[in-house]
């Protein structure tokens, strides 16, 4: 996948998750945001993070029963738990600065076959 590609139409736009004032679900040590790749234990009474392994209490409002696999049988109705892209709205409280203007970053390949290639001349113009 291409992350800057045009989205087939046949995809749909990117799924909004507002979980109101209080926020999304979120890992209590890395701060990751709730993910399909979060496992549920415990009778879905707390997550596993993907990203640093930490075990979090799932807040009461979200506590779903697993199925037979272990997976919370809402799955499919909640787009942060089956999509690959969604789009949290977040609480003021969870920025700790006001937004900034996204960064750009401009990668250029420097391997001896790009250089001998001419590929700075190219990207310079």
């Not at 046949?10 to 890395?30: I, K, L, N, Q």
């Not at 701060?31 to 009778?43: E, I, L, S």
Request: aromatic share 8%; proline share 10%; with cysteine.
């Amino acid at each position: 996948r291409r992350p800057s590609a045009q989205v087939p139409a046949s995809e749909g736009d990117v799924p909004v998750v507002d979980y109101g004032e209080a926020g999304p679900m979120r890992c209590s040590r890395c701060r990751a945001y709730v993910n399909p790749f979060f496992t549920f234990v415990n009778r879905g009474r707390t997550f596993v993070c993907n990203l640093c392994g930490a075990g979090t209490p799932t807040p009461r409002d979200q506590i779903c029963e697993l199925d037979h696999d272990g997976y919370r049988v809402d799955t499919l109705e909640r787009p942060e738990l089956c999509k690959g892209v969604v789009e949290f709205t977040a609480p003021a409280e969870y920025c700790a600065r006001p937004p900034q203007p996204p960064a750009l970053v401009f990668l250029v390949e420097a391997t001896h076959g790009a250089v001998s290639n001419a590929i700075f001349d190219t990207v310079m113009l």
